[in-house]
């Protein structure tokens, strides 16, 4: 049976994440991923992806000082990164750096070993060419910082704050996966021709560059920027009802109810209430876009999507546009090094059938 686009069709077999979109459900390895991410940190979440368990208290050691070492980008690295054009679009910057990773002594690590350098390592490519772009000094890693904090550091030269810190990586933990998406797919089909993990990530990166796909939610900040201020919210969403124009951050091709990912976010928005304003905005926002989704498009059931409160999130720690798809890249990694691993354990490459339509000549 023919899917265009292989929409619905059942591909994989998985244990790493669960999407029902009807009961508006994620998880990660059976668990809702609101427990998940309340009481553990983003290195535990990603060893729990990569292993099926969580870390105990020498294995966390163990994957905090595997995660460092990461962050020390080889020579050869460093080298390529410094001689590519300061306007190159910083996914294009990812996948050079990532793909650079085909060398003995990376090669030499275990698979599980190579999903956490590229885990610790894609923020650190980002940071250094988002700096040069901005013609700024760059910002070594620094080892006392976790994960999320390091990146923050990296891109600003300023130690966050726990706010900074804590609204960051509640966003990070909830992309890390989200089911067959196309970046996960492309990385499957990679390494199920028993090629490596790097030439797998690269073609993930690949494949989230396009806008269909990871595409930043700058919509969301322009609607949220032409707001200003609550008095503003129901005039400016009923001109663009009125005018035809799309809500940014609304409605998802998955979920038929609440995205379980903007309810997490929307909470963690709610806990900091009085910490920004943006903030403030787009909770406020949101009801009144809701009541107006329904007064408008009736039956729609129009609900809040992730990009929604990422965008809110990125835009309150001062996180530039640019950076969200490379800030999303950075948290899916996890998913596609856990689904390349997965993959190998039980293998059979992919090679679906195409059907000729075109016309025949004699």
């Not at 460092?68 to 996914?91: C, F, N, Q, T, Y």
């Not at 009144?288 to 309150?316: C, D, Q």
Request: proline content about 4%; aromatic content about 8%; charged content about 25%.
């Amino acid at each position: 049976m023919f899917q265009k686009g292989l929409k619905d069709v059942i591909a994989v077999h998985t244990k790493i994440a669960s999407v029902d979109g009807d009961k508006g459900e994620l998880r990660y390895r059976g668990v809702s991923v609101g427990e998940l991410i309340a009481t553990h940190s983003f290195e535990e979440v990603a060893y729990f992806m990569w292993n099926g368990g969580f870390p105990g208290e020498s294995e966390l050691r163990l994957l905090n000082e595997k995660m460092i070492e990461g962050r020390e980008l080889p020579l050869h690295i460093v080298a390529i990164l410094e001689s590519l054009p300061a306007d190159m679009p910083l996914m294009d910057v990812m996948r050079t750096g990532i793909s650079a990773y085909a060398h003995t002594k990376f090669k030499d690590e275990t698979i599980e070993n190579q999903a956490i350098i590229l885990t610790a390592a894609l923020p650190v490519i980002v940071a250094r060419h988002f700096r040069n772009q901005q013609r700024q000094t760059i910002v070594e890693s620094d080892s006392t910082l976790s994960h999320t904090a390091n990146y923050l550091w990296m891109l600003t030269g300023v130690v966050p704050n726990k706010f900074q810190i804590e609204a960051l990586e509640t966003y990070l933990k909830l992309t890390m996966e989200h089911g067959l998406n196309a970046s996960t797919f492309a990385a499957r089909v990679t390494i199920s021709t028993e090629s490596d993990l790097t030439s797998a990530i690269t073609s993930a990166i690949g494949t989230m560059k396009g806008p269909l796909h990871g595409g930043a939610p700058s919509g969301v900040i322009d609607l949220l920027e032409k707001m200003g201020t609550q008095e503003n919210i129901r005039p400016v969403v009923e001109g663009k009802m009125k005018n035809g124009e799309r809500i940014m951050g609304f409605g998802h091709r998955i979920y038929k109810t609440e995205d379980p990912r903007s309810i997490l976010l929307r909470d963690k928005c709610i806990s900091m209430s009085g910490e920004d304003d943006w903030l403030d905005l787009a909770t406020a926002a949101e009801k009144e876009i809701i009541s107006l989704l329904e007064e408008y498009k009736p039956g729609r059931k129009l609900y809040t999507n992730v990009e929604y409160y990422a965008a809110a999130i990125m835009r309150s720690i001062d996180m530039p546009p640019e950076l969200f798809t490379p800030t999303f890249s950075a948290a899916r990694i996890v998913g596609w090094t856990a689904h390349a691993i997965e993959q190998l354990s039980d293998n059979t490459i992919f090679r679906p059938q195409s059907v000729y339509v075109g016309e025949l000549v004699n």
